[in-house]
């Protein structure tokens, strides 16, 4: 028999999730003051009818109610007339389906940390273009490569939370990993 979370595991995990969750949202929805609704409200709902759950299951349904609050205030947008096309349906024309299960992040080489203030202005500004290029990807895709890559959650949890397939899921990550690889070879950042 799992062991329900006590309040106090509830509230830890809504503050360790919060400022990931906000960053999630505000990529979602590039408006800071819809993604602190957005957060708020996914707070409130996952407290409101899931907080007699076990404590390892709080993050898969956090996850799964962001989403799908997300949604929610784009079909919201959509109903009052107020939509605006925030992500453009840009996939690479020279995507080859050989190259599919290229990963970006596999290629990564992982450097020493240091502290040298050149070193970690240059670190402030390659995740400065990281976030912004991830804010240029089409909504599956980003959502697809944040939950997996950010949230370190794997296929299956993804396509749970994402509602689709685990090979959709990959696809979706393949393209946003070509996207983003293509963005920041534009801007100068060798991989």
Partial sequence: MAILATREELSDFLIEVERRAYKQALFAVHDEHA????????MMKLTAKYAAKPAEELPLLYQR????????????QKVRSLWSTLFSAFIPSDQDKNQEDFDILETLQVKQESNQPETQLEKTQLIDLI?????NLPVRQREAFIL???EEMSVAETAEI?????GSVKTHCSRAAHTLASILRDKGVKL
Avoid: V
């Fill in 131 to 135: 976030e912004n290029a991830i804010k």
């Fill in 162 to 166: 994402m509602n689709c397939s685990e």
């Fill in 35 to 42: 993604a602190l609704d957005i957060i708020q409200d996914s």
């Fill in 65 to 76: 109610i962001l989403q799908n609050t997300i949604r929610d205030y784009y079909r919201r």
């Fill in 148 to 150: 997996r890559y950010w």
